[in-house]
């Protein structure tokens, strides 16, 4: 084909380009805009799912939402064959799982991370951080496999008469017999899961602290300790906030494992944290998929709908402050 | 070159996403209520028979050729989909009241039966060793009883050495027809003792909960001085220690196919409207009481004829050649004097496009 025919099928348009490349230009000229209207539908269906998802979650609450009002934020059991739909139990038992998580897994992340950054060589630090990476990569339900017949019995024979026979044992918080299943395992788990998301990401906020600062300090005369906590960890402070956020919205959320180990008792309040109970997630895995009543099953979705609201705040909540600790670390380095 | 280059990367794109929206959009047709393939027979429900149900299923298809997909979604699950007629059949194992099947307008039949065992992790004690009557097993499922060495399991084992540790009941966090089918036992065997009557779910008062037959194997044997119930194939295959149960004759009687198959000839099909037999502390000397069956269901008027006859097909096959499957893998067959009551009374009904859909 001679330039002059291409010349003729492009028109005006195309003479532009047509006298400046060869003839083959004209295919980009298509593929541009096609490729951008490609990633832009793309991106698009992200959006359009995320709003059809809550959407779809609302609706199908509504009945929940419109009969039980504020009745499941203020009542404790959940039980569907008396019409009771106390949303407590589950509530509890997502947040205390939660808090166990991450008393155990932030200092423990914390000092990895500053392990990985400030002691150990940097050739060492990869292989350790990639091995501890590689933690998340576990699927969870492996993780609840492990713990029912790993860290249950463990629990149950070692560890809990332990911290019975221990001052703490006397709080009343250890109280009860020592089952193994419950929601301290339930939390000491969840901790093991969320560990890697919270080194992984102190690790990185943690290498942006200017090495100028840090060698200000060595230069006072100050022990690798002290570089580590007054100045490391200070400077490093919002990013290890946002990690920690990050792995909040983790743990809340977090199902299979949970649903394994908790005991899935969903009527009554734990009394201590040896007592079995139940997350909202494991509440909806044990008992979704036998559920026919319409209310039963509304009520279900409301509790989904109220795990997704409480996620998505400590998500935003984490992406906002990483941004921030990035900006300032940007502005300061 | 370049712009050649990336022209087919956006081409194998495109493609890809008209493939991937091709295979949706098929699929979509394939399992369309109304266009389900003629050669597979579809089922949906309780998860106890399953494996059975997976099996016969396979020697059916490499014998004739026609295949079963059954999804073991739960009873709830099963009993919603006949209903709404995605499936072909159902599979419960509570059956449905007499009412519930004529406002449905389904049809009721057993196809195997089975037995609900209480199975223990008590250091010292062996399987068979521990007996239980059906007020103490309540007793311990209702909290009253809460340590090995109480007195009322004591009076029952004279000679056998309990530990003082505490007990953990463990009970299924999901709705089951197990559960229902142990509950039935407490219910119609413990009089007072059990208040909590007989349910798929039921809201424990004590104990940890496991999801599915699993879930409470696991626990139990990972939580030492545990009891729990469990179908009675998860208990041989397992393993576990079971307890002997005292049935209505007084006599203790230990799980085994025998001691199921008694309680299903025992019962009284043919009076029991729907079949909606229920199988729990039947009389008789060797009768286990908590024996229970799986039902499936079918509707009685159906449009599409060649699917709903070869599902039927496949049941009088399995009735008439699958027992000897079913006892390797731990289920009752169901008795040939029922499967005559079950051709007569009830296959009789099933319509399909406007004629019988059952010839024998």
């Known amino acids: 084909m001679s330039t002059l025919e291409w010349e003729a099928r492009l028109g005006p348009e195309g003479r532009r380009g047509a006298a400046k490349a060869a003839p083959r230009r004209t295919h980009s000229r298509l593929t541009d805009p096609l490729f951008r209207w490609f990633v832009t539908a793309c991106g698009a269906a992200v959006a359009v799912a995320m709003v059809a998802l809550s959407a779809v979650l609302i609706a199908s609450s509504w009945r929940a939402i419109t009969t039980l009002g504020l009745e499941p934020l203020r009542t404790i059991p959940w039980s569907p064959t008396g019409g009771e739909y106390g949303a407590l139990t589950s509530l509890f038992g997502t947040f205390v799982t939660t808090v166990i998580a991450m008393v155990i897994a932030v200092p423990l992340a914390l000092a990895i991370a500053l392990l990985l950054v400030e002691v150990v060589h940097p050739a060492l630090g990869r292989v350790v951080g990639t091995t501890i990476e590689m933690l998340a990569a576990i699927p969870s339900i492996i993780f609840g496999m492990w713990g029912i017949f790993v860290i249950v019995p463990l629990m149950q024979q070692y560890v809990q008469p332990w911290i019975q026979a221990t001052p703490l044992g006397r709080l009343g918080l250890f109280s009860g017999p020592p089952l193994g299943i419950g929601v301290f395992t339930a939390g000491v788990v969840l901790a093991l899961m969320v560990l890697p998301f919270i080194t992984a990401v102190s690790r990185d906020v943690l290498k942006m602290v200017p090495t100028v600062v840090k060698e200000a300090g060595y230069g006072m005369g100050s022990t690798t300790f002290e570089v580590m906590s007054k100045i490391s960890a200070r400077y490093a402070l919002t990013g290890i906030a946002g990690a920690v956020f990050l792995g909040l919205g983790r743990a809340l959320g977090e199902t299979m494992a949970v649903t394994f180990l908790i005991g899935s008792d969903f009527n009554t309040l734990p009394r201590s944290l040896f007592d079995p109970g139940t997350s909202i997630s494991s509440t909806l895995a044990n008992t979704f998929n036998e559920a026919t009543d319409p209310l039963h099953v509304s009520a279900l979705v409301e509790l989904g709908l109220i795990l997704f609201l409480i996620t998505m705040v400590f998500q935003l909540v984490a992406q906002l402050w990483l941004a921030r600790a990035r900006r300032m670390s940007g502005t300061r380095a | ?360």
């Not at chain 2, 307008?105 to 199975?119: I, T």
């Not at chain 2, 729990?228 to 196919?257: C, H, I, R, T």
């Open chain 2, 1 to 360: 070159m370049i712009g050649r280059r990336k022209t087919v990367t956006v081409a194998a794109l495109l493609a890809a996403v008209a493939l991937v929206a091709l295979a949706v959009g098929g699929c979509g047709s394939k399992t369309g209520s109304g266009g389900r393939p003629a050669d597979t027979i579809v089922g949906a429900g309780a998860s106890f028979p399953f494996p059975l149900y997976s099996k016969w299923g396979e020697e059916y298809n490499a014998q004739k050729g026609i295949k079963l997909n059954y999804q073991s979604i739960g009873s709830g699950g099963g009993i919603s989909a006949i209903e709404a007629g995605t499936v072909d059949f159902g599979a419960s194992d509570a059956p449905l009241e007499a009412s519930e099947l004529d406002a449905q307008s389904l049809v009721q039949f057993p196809m195997c039966v089975g037995g609900v065992v209480p199975v223990v992790n008590i250091e010292g004690v062996g399987s068979g060793a521990l007996k239980l009557d059906a007020a103490t097993l309540a007793d311990i499922y209702a909290g009253g009883i809460t340590k090995w060495d109480d007195p009322a399991i004591k009076a029952l084992n004279p000679g056998l050495s309990l530990p003082a540790s505490d007990i953990a009941a463990v009970h299924r966090s999901d709705s089951s027809g197990t559960t229902w089918i142990f509950t039935s036992y407490l219910t119609a065997a413990a009089g007072d003792v059990w208040t909590l009557g007989a349910n798929k779910e039921i809201d424990w008062p004590t104990g940890v909960g496991g999801k599915g037959n699993e879930g409470v194997a696991a626990s139990v044997q990972q939580v030492s001085g545990s009891i729990g119930y469990v179908e009675y194939a998860y208990a041989k295959q397992n393993g576990m220690d079971w307890v002997q149960l005292q049935n209505k004759d007084g006599k203790f009687v230990e799980p085994s196919l025998e001691s199921f198959a008694e309680a299903a000839a025992i019962a009284d099909w043919q009076k029991t409207p729907g079949f909606a037999v229920v199988l729990v502390d039947q009389a008789g000397a060797a009768t286990w009481p908590i024996t229970g069956a799986s039902f499936i269901l079918m509707q009685k008027e159906n449009s599409d004829a060649a699917r709903i006859t070869n599902a039927l097909d496949f049941f009088a096959w399995a009735y008439r050649t699958g027992g000897s499957t079913a006892k390797e893998l731990d289920y009752v067959p169901i008795p040939d004097s029922v499967y005559s009551l079950v051709e007569d009374q009830l296959w009789s009904q099933i319509q399909a496009g406007g004629a019988p859909a059952w010839k024998k």
